[in-house]
């Protein structure tokens, strides 16, 4: 497992700058965004497809740095009732990009609808009542499915074996159960994209859903929540207060270390470790009470020491296959 950085966690920073913030923590592999949910502050999207030059501007920037790109980030509000063409075009248009850098992971969302062909928003059903709700669920899982039926395919088409899915909320796929459904209907190259602060405000535990996905996890985001437990008791986890006033909500996003120790992390890595993950485990900022270079730098200096140990072990453990017992 190598550091990674996710460059939207410094959008204020140019790509040039983004990178040599990366080579400066210790990451050899980079996330960008190529638009979707993102303003996609360090890419073109459209500019790199139409352009060999530019595309060779990229790569020698990441080569000259000792960087690879490990994923494009296309997160994105596939079929939003105002928003879904739009944004199901970004993740088309990502692909082939994929494939002209040479890129076989993209990291994306599933998608979500509306409740009705004149909606306005997504309508993410959670709760299995009243009927009518869940035999929208059913409607829109209808949709996403043959959403993912075609685009899946597309993917592989282009050499992207990975569509590495997030579990978020808001979202048809959003944990264990429903990253597996989708998968066992439309194949292999569906796969998760495991981002422990999303599960950790669910009340889930990352380490369990690393174990019961495998080899299924395809990608990994490193980022921290903080569970306030005093407004837990009194708001629950579903706080729609919002994300800047962090001191009034029930759970923030926050720099690594910051939501949970580093024994929580060690265990985590491992997890990963066991079920032969050694891809990037791309730190994403947040955190809305720091500074996004400081909470990056933060989280660098937090999990290198963690992740050299988890790899020094898992070497351990590899030369150790096939050695003869020494008898007494």
């Given at each position: 497992?190598?550091l990674?950085?996710?460059t939207?966690?410094?959008?204020?920073?140019?790509l040039?700058?983004?990178?040599?913030?990366?080579?400066?923590?210790?990451?050899t592999?980079?996330?960008?965004?190529?638009?979707?949910?993102?303003?996609?502050?360090?890419?073109?999207?459209?500019?790199?497809?139409?352009?060999?030059?530019?595309?060779t501007?990229?790569?020698?920037?990441?080569?000259?740095?000792?960087?690879?790109?490990?994923?494009?980030?296309?997160?994105?509000?596939?079929?939003?009732?105002?928003?879904?063409t739009?944004?199901?075009?970004?993740?088309?248009?990502?692909?082939?990009?994929?494939?002209?850098?040479?890129?076989?992971?993209?990291?994306?969302?599933?998608?979500?609808?509306?409740?009705?062909?004149?909606a306005?928003?997504?309508?993410?059903?959670?709760?299995?009542?009243?009927?009518?709700?869940?035999?929208?669920r059913?409607?829109?899982?209808?949709?996403v499915?043959?959403?993912?039926?075609?685009l899946?395919?597309?993917?592989?088409?282009?050499?992207?074996?990975?569509?590495?899915?997030e579990?978020?909320p808001?979202?048809?796929?959003?944990?264990?159960?429903?990253?597996?459904?989708?998968?066992?209907?439309?194949?292999?190259?569906?796969?998760?994209?495991?981002?422990?602060?999303h599960l950790?405000?669910?009340?889930m535990?990352?380490?369990?859903?690393?174990?019961?996905?495998?080899?299924?996890?395809?990608?990994?985001?490193?980022?921290?929540?903080?569970?306030?437990?005093?407004?837990?008791?009194?708001?629950?986890?579903?706080?729609h207060r919002?994300?800047?006033?962090?001191?009034?909500r029930?759970?923030?996003?926050?720099?690594?270390?910051?939501?949970?120790?580093?024994?929580?992390?060690?265990?985590?890595?491992?997890?990963?470790?066991?079920?032969?993950?050694?891809?990037?485990?791309s730190?994403?900022?947040?955190?809305?009470?720091?500074?996004?270079v400081?909470?990056?730098?933060?989280?660098?200096?937090?999990?290198?020491?963690?992740?050299?140990?988890?790899?020094?072990?898992?070497?351990?453990?590899?030369?150790?296959?096939?050695?003869?017992p020494?008898?007494?």
């Amino acid at each position: 497992m190598h550091l990674g950085l996710y460059t939207d966690s410094v959008p204020a920073m140019s790509l040039p700058e983004a990178l040599d913030l990366a080579v400066r923590i210790g990451a050899t592999g980079i996330e960008i965004s190529t638009g979707g949910q993102s303003s996609a502050p360090h890419l073109s999207l459209d500019r790199l497809l139409s352009s060999e030059d530019d595309r060779t501007r990229l790569t020698d920037a990441l080569e000259r740095r000792g960087l690879h790109l490990s994923a494009l980030n296309c997160s994105a509000w596939l079929l939003h009732p105002r928003l879904g063409t739009e944004h199901a075009s970004v993740v088309q248009r990502t692909i082939r990009l994929a494939e002209m850098l040479g890129v076989s992971t993209i990291v994306t969302m599933a998608g979500c609808p509306g409740d009705h062909p004149d909606a306005l928003v997504v309508n993410w059903p959670w709760y299995p009542w009243p009927a009518a709700l869940v035999q929208l669920r059913e409607r829109q899982w209808d949709a996403v499915t043959d959403l993912w039926r075609e685009l899946g395919p597309f993917a592989l088409d282009h050499g992207v074996t990975s569509v590495a899915l997030e579990l978020h909320p808001l979202q048809l796929v959003y944990n264990v159960p429903t990253l597996l459904d989708l998968r066992a209907a439309v194949g292999p190259v569906i796969g998760a994209n495991l981002d422990p602060s999303h599960l950790f405000w669910q009340h889930m535990d990352p380490i369990a859903v690393a174990r019961a996905l495998g080899p299924v996890v395809r990608h990994v985001h490193l980022k921290d929540t903080a569970i306030v437990a005093d407004q837990v008791a009194l708001a629950g986890v579903l706080d729609h207060r919002s994300f800047d006033t962090p001191a009034e909500r029930a759970w923030n996003f926050r720099t690594l270390g910051q939501g949970h120790d580093e024994a929580f992390w060690r265990r985590f890595l491992a997890a990963l470790g066991e079920t032969g993950y050694d891809g990037a485990l791309s730190i994403e900022n947040e955190d809305r009470s720091l500074d996004p270079v400081d909470s990056v730098i933060a989280s660098a200096s937090f999990i290198m020491p963690l992740i050299a140990d988890r790899n020094a072990a898992g070497a351990g453990a590899a030369s150790d296959v096939g050695r003869s017992p020494v008898m007494p």
